[in-house]
């Protein structure tokens, strides 16, 4: 059992699964409230009644009371949120942020596991904290998402809660700039998941991403300092949402699955063009510049050993192992 031996503490296998039988991670991204963890339930039954295979499930709530759905790594079964509340005299935001940094120690392990399984379940969903910066702009988050999309296609989806973006523009555009700053920060292909659309159409939505004016006028009941900033911020995204993917989707209903499963092939696309050709450039400038770095280091040793004996060391090339007993 994959969870029992992440808390055992085995050791991750080496082998990376070929391109061709990589499976894809969809990592779940929201506000508090916005149903990621009820998606990833919906997510997870779709994907098994419509192709017979489970996929492999992440939670790494730490605070979460239940999981509605059968989770493979778990990290409640590596640290105990409410303990670390207590040892280290934290509050809740505090512990859910100390929960994650201890788990990214042992995310190599997890890395192991989904390397393992992941290619016969095809997907990988993961489940994130509900306070969205604990687990995006902390170190611990930004490791565990790099690692994930240097192991194989992710996919990150923001969960966009639709009754109350509609209710309130001010929440839409949070909701906006939270996903445009995430997308910039990770630079993994980005979908939107637009959720609970069997309480309220996601339509309004759609058209303040296409129609600037539609959006101007949903603010016009709004006369504070803030709605002269979304309008502002409103032209700003214009060519951020000239990009975006998106998907209206019901957890209760199971509506939009066709198509946000589209949109994640899409994302998959874009990470195989993207993503991993720019990954291997910066792998290469790293490799380069440490290679620098070690040539320099070299010709300083060299320089000061000359400086103390007053003649040139020449270094034979005859290095090889001895049997000493």
């Not at 611990?140 to 994930?148: F, H, R, V, Y």
């Not at 939505?205 to 539609?214: A, G, P």
Request: aromatic share 8%; charged share 20%; proline share 4%.
């Amino acid at each position: 059992d994959d969870k029992a031996a992440a808390t055992a503490g085995e050791p991750a296998p080496a082998a990376a699964a070929a391109a061709a039988g990589q499976a894809t991670a969809c990592l779940l991204i929201g506000m508090a409230g916005s149903g990621k963890t009820t998606l990833v339930q919906r997510l997870a039954a779709h994907l098994q009644s419509t192709t017979g295979v489970k996929p492999y499930c992440v939670n790494l709530d730490p605070a979460v009371q239940s999981v509605p759905f059968g989770a493979n790594i778990d990290i409640r079964d590596t640290v105990k949120y409410k303990e670390i509340m207590s040892q280290y005299k934290l509050g809740p935001n505090g512990a859910i942020m100390t929960s994650l940094n201890l788990f990214a120690t042992r995310f190599d392990q997890v890395l192991g596991f989904i390397e393992k399984r992941a290619p016969q379940r095809k997907y990988v969903l993961v489940d994130t904290p509900g306070q969205i910066e604990a687990f995006t702009w902390s170190a611990s988050g930004t490791i565990m998402t790099e690692s994930l999309g240097a192991t194989m296609p992710t996919v990150v989806v923001y969960v966009v809660d639709v009754p109350r973006s509609v209710a309130n523009p001010s929440t839409f555009m949070a909701n906006m700039l939270y996903a445009c700053s995430i997308l910039y920060k990770t630079q993994l292909p980005l979908v939107l998941a637009l959720t609970k659309t069997d309480v309220t159409s996601e339509a309004p939505i759609i058209e303040w991403m296409h129609d600037f004016e539609s959006f101007q006028e949903a603010l016009k009941g709004d006369a504070s300092y803030a709605q002269d900033l979304m309008r502002s911020m409103s032209l700003v995204l214009d060519e951020f949402y000239s990009t975006l993917r998106y998907a209206g989707v019901s957890a209760l209903t199971g509506s939009g699955m066709t198509e946000f499963f589209n949109a994640v092939a899409e994302g998959v696309k874009e990470y195989h063009s993207y993503y991993v050709p720019e990954m291997k450039r910066l792998r290469e400038k790293r490799t380069a510049s440490e290679q620098e770095r070690q040539q320099h280091d070299m010709a300083r040793v060299r320089d000061d050993i000359e400086k103390g004996k007053g003649g040139t060391v020449v270094l034979e090339d005859n290095t090889e192992e001895k049997n000493v007993t």
